[in-house]
């Protein structure tokens, strides 16, 4: 009997010291996730073969989430082999929304198109090349808002 | 008491670890992507985003050149497109955006404008039955039926059809007024006359 009750005791302890842990691992989860630079539900366009030259032209128009914070950023995905200006243009007035992003070559980070816009805010994403880079071809990036 | 805690601890050891570890499996699963993001994460964020906007249908996005042949074909656009009294897209900061323009840009910007000028009709009580009209026919019209956009000037047409304006067609106004008065500001520089 005494045995049994040791068991028992040991089983009981352990399933505290368990559910203990347990509630400290899921606090942890909480505190990281919660801690997060920014924690928006963005939304995420597949920007392909963003044909770019000198001259500076539309590949589409979106909107801003309403999940998101109110801005538009851009990166490429593959190894940009030229310094490219990327921009959101206003739908309805064409009026350049924020300062064009200068994306330097070989930078795959995202960059601020421009802030402050409210959901459903339409804009245009144009781009070209540094002036006297030329042109690049066939390169994708991802537009986040 | 204490070898007695220690077995305990040894026992239950396993099991926190593993409650430890998934739990900091989730938090960084839930993170927001960020420049290191993987593949996988991309393709399934992507996924969930509305398609690409197809210029595939209506205007062909042919290059027509630069802000001056542009404006032309903007004011070509002005003699067929409905525009409100005093109406017209003077104000397109064509020259601002720069670059090569196509058709399609030009078929997008006009029209959308044109659904500006409309809503601002149908706020300020200029031809409204009209007005009411247009804006539930713009999301369908040629070069906006399948762009992104369509689907915030659809939600803002049915806020307008169930009587008001509601927060889709509310900000959607406030957006056109604010590119009204740049327009009207540029039109002016321009020494051509603003809409209205």
Do not use: F, I, V
């Given at each position: 009997m005494p045995a049994l009750r040791r068991i028992f005791r040991a089983r009981s302890l352990c399933r505290r010291f368990g559910r203990s842990h347990a509630i400290g691992a899921v606090v942890a989860t909480s505190m990281l996730t919660v801690g997060a630079p920014s924690a928006h539900a963005w939304v995420y366009t597949n920007i392909v073969d963003f044909n770019l030259t000198e001259t500076a032209y539309t590949y589409g128009t979106y909107s801003i989430s309403s999940s998101g914070d109110g801005s538009a950023s851009y990166r490429w995905v593959d190894d940009p082999d030229h310094t490219t200006v990327i921009s959101g243009n206003n739908c309805a007035d064409l009026a350049l929304l924020g300062g064009p992003a200068t994306i330097p070559a070989h930078d795959v980070s995202y960059h601020g198109l421009f802030g402050g816009a409210s959901a459903g805010a339409c804009f245009a994403l144009r781009g070209r090349v540094a002036t006297g880079a030329g042109s690049m071809y066939y390169h994708d990036g991802t537009l986040r808002r | 008491m204490t070898r007695a805690r220690a077995q305990l601890l040894r026992r239950c050891a396993a099991g926190t670890v593993v409650l430890t570890i998934a739990g900091v499996i989730a938090a960084l699963a839930s993170l927001p992507s960020g420049p290191g993001v993987s593949n996988a994460a991309w393709a399934a964020a992507t996924a969930q985003a509305?398609?690409?906007?197809?210029?595939?249908?209506?205007?062909?996005?042919t290059p027509i050149g630069g802000p001056a042949e542009a404006r032309a074909a903007a004011a070509r656009a002005a003699q067929s497109l409905p525009l409100p009294q005093g109406g017209n897209f003077n104000g397109i900061r064509w020259e601002e955006a720069g670059g090569t323009f196509t058709d399609a840009d030009v078929a997008f910007v006009t029209q959308y404008n044109a659904t500006c000028q409309w809503y601002r009709a149908l706020r300020d009580g200029r031809e409204v039955q009209r007005a009411a009209q247009i804006v539930q026919e713009a999301p369908s019209w040629p070069a906006i039926r399948d762009t992104e956009p369509a689907a915030g000037l659809a939600a803002a047409a049915r806020e307008v059809l169930a009587g008001g304006f509601g927060p889709a067609a509310g900000a959607l106004v406030d957006q056109c007024q604010a590119a009204h008065e740049r327009e009207v500001a540029w039109a002016r520089q321009l020494g051509l006359p603003p809409s209205s």
């Open positions: - | 509305p398609p690409t906007p197809a210029l595939a249908r209506g205007p062909q996005a």
